[in-house]
T-cell receptor, first 111, second 115 residues
């Protein structure tokens, strides 16, 4: 049973479009991270959300943590080709970095 | 700039060979982790360590062992490599001091092919 379900699995859009990626679970997490990974590289941390209902913005990226701390979303406004990559959510129930990862969303932004 | 360095980006080994994957971090982090990443299966935790000489099994420890003799170094060992261990291996570290965050810092990955 996958602890964290990410959707969609694949997303291909045109430059300038908006998109939302979802990360859902039946478990409560102490914190949730979003990472971005490029081919052949390790994941790079984008953001951590800790408080239920929290919203964080990183330029054109908006991250939201659900009120019950079981789900999260990543919204990208006016996507650019440089946003192309694998987006991973990860939940930590112990605050010790022993995270469970979703399967990821592969985003392709076409110029 | 903080850094997690994995010793080899690409390795090709034969079935039955012993394989060492080294990972070094310069952030003085207490916690270190080894994951493997496979298409359709995501990142799966192999082993982790919260302190020097301590190790704990993750979700898929079979066929692997680890060593943490120094705080900054965490090694993954495949005693007898098999073809189903062909994968991307990712080392990560985190600070126990970053309470409540669980943030992981990853190396660039080691792509292992076992023939």
């Amino acid at each position: 049973t996958q602890l964290l379900e990410q959707s969609p699995q694949f997303l291909s859009i045109q430059e300038g479009e908006n998109l939302t990626v979802y990360c859902n679970s039946s478990s409560v997490f102490s914190s949730l991270q979003w990472y971005r990974q490029e081919p052949g590289e390790g994941p790079v941390l984008l953001v951590t959300v800790v408080t239920g209902g929290e919203v964080k913005k990183l330029k054109r990226l908006t991250f939201q943590f659900g009120d019950a701390r079981k789900d999260s979303s990543l919204h990208i406004t006016a996507a650019q080709p440089g946003d192309t990559g694998l987006y991973l959510c990860a939940g930590d129930r112990t605050n010790a970095g022993k995270s469970t990862f979703g399967d990821g969303t592969t985003l392709t932004v076409k110029p | 700039d903080v850094k997690v360095t994995q010793s080899s980006r690409y390795l090709v080994k034969r079935t039955g060979e012993k394989v060492f994957l080294e990972c070094v971090q310069d952030m003085d982090h207490e916690n270190m982790f080894w994951y493997r990443q496979d298409p359709g299966l995501g990142l799966r935790l192999i082993y982790f360590s919260y302190d020097v000489k301590m190790k704990e099994k993750g979700d898929i420890p079979e066929g692997y062992s680890v060593s943490r003799e120094k705080k900054e170094r965490f090694s993954l060992i495949l005693e007898s490599a098999s073809t189903n261990q062909t994968s991307m291996y990712l080392c990560a570290s985190s600070s126990a001091g970053l309470a409540g965050t669980g943030e992981l810092f990853f190396g660039e990955g080691s792509r292992l092919t076992v023939l």
